[in-house]
């Protein structure tokens, strides 16, 4: 069982190119969630989705843009990369609400 | 927005101390939930708090949730290094927010040997 899983690991931008981080969960959950987090902080939420086709914004979703097709698949797309988008990136997916989130083991991307 | 402000965001102890940290919100939450989190590593569930005064335990870690479920804490009794890590509260506030899961800033915890 291979849970959440994130592509790429590792990615360095360069300022103004695009990119998608691919996420896929193999655990039938409803619920996926896209979070950045900066060194020693705690995870913002950037989109998050109840459902195939159903997607929200998060506190930060500027830059930002999700799709919910499949149950399995919430890629992340980032269009003109800036360097305030440096960060980890983590997916995430639960059941249902007040059930446990499962992480991915995130994706580190350099904006330069 | 429903904020979760967590309290301290550093800590750092010696072996054997007792510790507690905060997490408090103005904003009721269906259940809040605390993660551990190690470097280079994704954040894992250690407790789900429902229900408001709920208290729950887990070996030396102690987490209740606030009467008007609004805040929680997590207090942790004779400290050792294998506790070091990045502790997260995550809150989701049911209703018409309902799979909105948003986190703390964290707590930093080192124990010293």
């Known amino acids: 069982n291979a849970g959440v899983t994130q592509t790429p690991k590792f990615r360095i931008l360069k300022i103004g190119q695009s990119m998608t981080l691919q996420c896929t969960q193999d655990m039938n959950h409803n619920y996926m969630y896209w979070y950045r987090q900066d060194p020693g902080m705690g995870l913002k939420l950037i989109y998050y989705s109840v459902g195939a086709g159903i997607t929200d914004k998060g506190e930060v979703p500027n830059g930002y843009n999700v799709s919910r097709s499949t149950t399995e698949d919430f890629p992340l797309r980032l269009e003109l990369a800036a360097p305030s988008q440096t960060s980890v990136y983590f997916c995430a997916s639960s059941y249902w609400d007040n059930t446990e989130a499962f992480f991915g083991q995130g994706t580190r991307l350099t904006v330069v | 927005t429903q904020l979760l402000e967590q309290s301290p965001q550093f800590l750092s102890i010696q072996e054997g101390e007792n510790l507690t940290v905060y997490c408090n919100s103005s904003s009721v939450f269906s259940s809040l939930q605390w993660y551990r989190q190690e470097p280079g590593e994704g954040p894992v569930l250690l407790v789900t708090?429902?229900?408001?005064?709920e208290v729950k335990k887990l070996k030396r870690l102690t987490f209740q949730f606030g009467d008007a479920r609004k805040d929680s804490s997590l207090h942790i009794t004779a400290a050792q290094p294998g506790d070091t890590g990045l502790y997260l509260c995550?809150?989701?506030?049911?209703?018409?927010?309902?799979?909105?899961?948003?986190f703390g800033q964290g707590t930093i915890l080192t124990v010293h040997p």
């Open positions: 995550a809150g989701s506030a049911g209703g018409t927010s309902y799979g909105k899961l948003t």
């Open positions: 708090v429902v229900t408001g005064g």
